[in-house]
């Protein structure tokens, strides 16, 4: 009998942790479920980190600015957006409706009698994490700075 199993270069580039929160409702489910629930979005965003790796290096340097590392991040946070649309096909993180951001933790809480979201997987690269939560939500922000957040649905 031949095994089969799939490789994904997300699953050696980024940092990955499935339910983050430990939500219970999300503790019945099996680590391949959940991969399963977040679906290409990772390899969405290892590809835009990949793309962009020079600049993610550059900002990482020790002899800049706190001023100009800012600058950088922010940049950077902008054209991994973009990167993740293109590989999308489609503007997720430019159509994007929401108003509220995740808090420190990664909750979206909810408004108007919606419930509060905890996230599915987060999944980081250097100073970038990316927050998916159900529905093909996903949150791509700078580490230690939540409100440095770009919102997107990939469904």
């Given at each position: 009998?031949?095994?089969?199993?799939?490789v994904?270069?997300?699953?050696?580039?980024?940092?990955?942790?499935?339910?983050?929160?430990?939500?219970?409702?999300?503790?019945t489910?099996?680590p391949d479920?959940?991969?399963?629930w977040?679906g290409?979005?990772?390899?969405?965003?290892?590809?835009?980190?990949?793309?962009?790796?020079n600049?993610?290096?550059?900002r990482?340097?020790?002899?800049?600015?706190?001023?100009?590392?800012?600058?950088l991040?922010?940049?950077i946070?902008?054209?991994?957006?973009?990167?993740?649309?293109?590989?999308?096909?489609?503007?997720?993180?430019?159509?994007s409706v929401?108003?509220?951001?995740?808090?420190?933790?990664?909750?979206?809480?909810?408004?108007?009698?919606?419930?509060?979201?905890?996230?599915l997987?987060?999944?980081?690269?250097?100073?970038?994490e990316?927050l998916?939560?159900?529905?093909?939500?996903?949150?791509?922000?700078?580490?230690?700075?939540?409100?440095?957040?770009?919102?997107?649905?990939?469904?």
């Amino acid at each position: 009998m031949n095994t089969l199993f799939t490789v994904r270069t997300s699953d050696f580039i980024l940092n990955k942790v499935l339910n983050p929160l430990k939500d219970k409702s999300y503790g019945t489910l099996t680590p391949d479920q959940l991969n399963e629930w977040c679906g290409v979005i990772p390899d969405f965003f290892c590809k835009s980190v990949l793309d962009n790796e020079n600049e993610i290096d550059a900002r990482c340097d020790k002899q800049i600015s706190d001023l100009k590392k800012d600058y950088l991040q922010n940049s950077i946070l902008s054209k991994v957006a973009d990167r993740m649309d293109e590989a999308y096909g489609y503007p997720a993180f430019g159509n994007s409706v929401m108003t509220n951001k995740p808090s420190d933790f990664g909750i979206i809480f909810g408004t108007d009698g919606e419930p509060d979201l905890n996230p599915l997987a987060k999944f980081s690269f250097k100073f970038l994490e990316v927050l998916v939560y159900e529905y093909g939500m996903v949150a791509l922000r700078i580490i230690g700075k939540p409100d440095a957040v770009k919102f997107g649905r990939f469904d």
